[in-house]
């Protein structure tokens, strides 16, 4: 949260400040054989960004000492982060051009001067790190060393061998989770031989199956493993999923039954994950997107179950694995639902066949789920209205500080205490529920009555004020909590701060003033 700070100061005399934030997708370093390729190549970017908004990414480049002008046999050079001295005029100019964009798209102030070019460098490291960029042109530079959970893509235009390549190639595959379990490098370069040379040597001669993934044919139609073993492919994977498990049954009974399923199902989801990474996918996906929204919502229904019956039971096992990440990869968000919405109160609410969509969509999203009442309460009670997404928020605003209202009288807790936790939470995107800050919420509770009753009392408003969270945590708006006598204080739900203070509460939702 404080880039500027740390990369300003001497090694270790800055503490980073984290906070935990939900992204998704992830971001590429594109690997180019020269400065004047990487000039090329930046400025075509954002001549076509210019002409197509849709396509507007965050895009940067760095580079810097001479060596890095012309094109090399693909040794990379240790990387000097300082020395900007040996670029020629051009490259120097270009490089002060692309540093001032990145000053524009970040409210920074670097340039090519060798302490500024220094905080530069570091700036543009942790800015990867975060995914507030989308691309990063280098030619010799953070293709070795670097590393960042969320880079997945390297984009190869340049010679590499050797020692140099697997560094290079290595910057992909550090795992984040069960969606980033591999890598992805495009060549525009037949690197295939020197591929196979590095492997060798660094490797084992026979390692190119533990180094590389199969083809796309060996995961789409199956293939058989080294061991010759025969592995079901995604058409396999597919057909099973239809025969045993028809949508046209309206639910899967039988714990075996269940256990089945969400093997196959989970197979499948870590299937399309990596089948996605390949071209030769699209439109080959066997399954159309209600379907999988359908088996999606039949998927998070037995999550739900089993989560019922492992609190409930000691007995059951822990043998059933639910794809969780694999689920938020293909998330439903809320301006979607909203879109839908705003297409149901267009045909005058007489179109069905959108709120059965917007159903569907909402079933199968682990994030929406929880909203799913708050959802269809304002879909019922929409009016003639000129903004459905002005309508929402102020929906919502009004439906939270109910609710939040609610929580403290029913639970006798410190009202003011109670909405700055929750506008902490908020900004944080999680719950605290260590450390004495619940405690200090809590009311007065009779020294007779023992510890057992206080934290019996304590868990029961965790409990409560997750499910609070959860049901309004990334759905638009601003998570705004009223204190007596001062202004509202405002916060985006992902955690920035508005830029509107409100001095009163809004009207009600559904009344005008």
């Not at 404080?2 to 800055?14: G, H, L, T």
């Not at 920074?108 to 500024?116: G, L, P």
């Not at 934290?455 to 705004?480: C, M, N």
Request: with cysteine; net charge negative; hydrophobic share 35%.
């Amino acid at each position: 949260m404080n880039i500027k700070e740390v990369v300003s100061a001497k090694r270790d005399e800055v503490e980073e400040i984290k906070r935990k934030q939900r992204i998704s997708g992830f971001n590429s370093i594109f690997a180019v054989a020269s400065v004047p390729m990487a000039k090329l190549y930046y400025r075509e970017f954002q001549k076509q960004m210019g002409e197509d908004p849709t396509k507007k990414l965050r895009i940067a480049t760095i580079f810097s000492y001479g060596a890095n002008e012309g094109e090399a046999d693909g040794i990379l050079d240790e990387e000097n982060s300082e020395d900007t001295s040996a670029l020629d005029q051009p490259s120097r100019e270009f490089l002060e051009e692309a540093i001032q964009d990145y000053n524009e798209m970040f409210h920074t102030n670097y340039d090519t001067s060798s302490e500024k070019f220094q905080n530069y460098y570091k700036d543009v490291s942790l800015r990867m790190k975060n995914k507030e960029l989308d691309l990063l042109i280098v030619v010799n530079m953070f293709l070795t060393g670097f590393d960042a959970t969320t880079m997945n893509t390297l984009w190869v235009d340049k010679n590499l061998k050797m020692h140099g390549l697997i560094q290079a190639f290595s910057r992909t595959n550090r795992i984040l989770n069960s969606i980033k379990t591999f890598g992805n490098v495009v060549c525009f370069r037949n690197l295939q031989k020197r591929v196979d040379s590095a492997i060798s040597l660094f490797g084992d001669k026979n390692a190119g199956g533990i180094v590389l993934l199969q083809s796309f044919k060996d995961y789409y139609y199956g293939y058989e493993s080294i061991d010759g073993k025969p592995m079901p492919g995604y058409v396999d994977l597919i057909e099973e999923l239809n025969q045993k498990f028809p949508l046209s049954e309206p639910r899967i009974t039988g714990e075996q039954n269940q256990k089945e399923f969400i093997a196959l199902f989970g197979a499948i989801l870590r299937m399309r994950n990596l089948l996605i990474s390949f071209d030769d996918f699209k439109g080959k996906e066997r399954i159309s997107e209600r379907d999988l929204q359908d088996y999606l919502g039949r998927y998070q229904d037995l999550r739900d179950e089993w989560s019922h019956k492992r609190r409930e039971s000691t007995d059951i096992t822990d043998d059933v694995v639910f794809e969780v990440e694999l689920i938020h990869q293909i998330e439903i968000n809320i301006d979607y639902i909203l879109m839908l919405v705003k297409k149901y109160h267009d045909t005058h609410c007489e179109d069905k066949e959108v709120l059965i969509t917007i159903r569907k969509a909402v079933d199968a999203s682990p994030e929406l789920r929880s909203k799913k009442q708050l959802i269809e309460n304002f879909i019922a009670g929409i009016n003639e209205v000129d903004d459905v997404m002005d309508e929402w928020n102020n929906y919502v605003a009004q439906r939270r500080e109910q609710d939040l209202d609610e929580i403290i009288v029913e639970e006798r807790l410190r009202p003011e205490d109670t909405r700055k936790f929750m506008e902490n939470a908020f900004r944080d995107g999680e719950i605290k529920t260590t450390g004495t800050d619940i405690d200090k919420l809590l009311p007065p509770i009779s020294r007779f009555g023992g510890t057992g009753t206080r934290a019996k009392k304590k868990q029961g408003v965790i409990d409560k004020l997750k499910t609070f969270f959860e049901k309004y945590f990334g759905i638009g708006g601003s998570a705004s909590f009223i204190e007596p006598r001062h202004n509202m204080i405002t916060y985006d739900l992902d955690g920035k701060e508005s830029l509107s203070m409100v001095a009163e509460p809004k009207t009600p939702y559904g009344k005008k003033d």
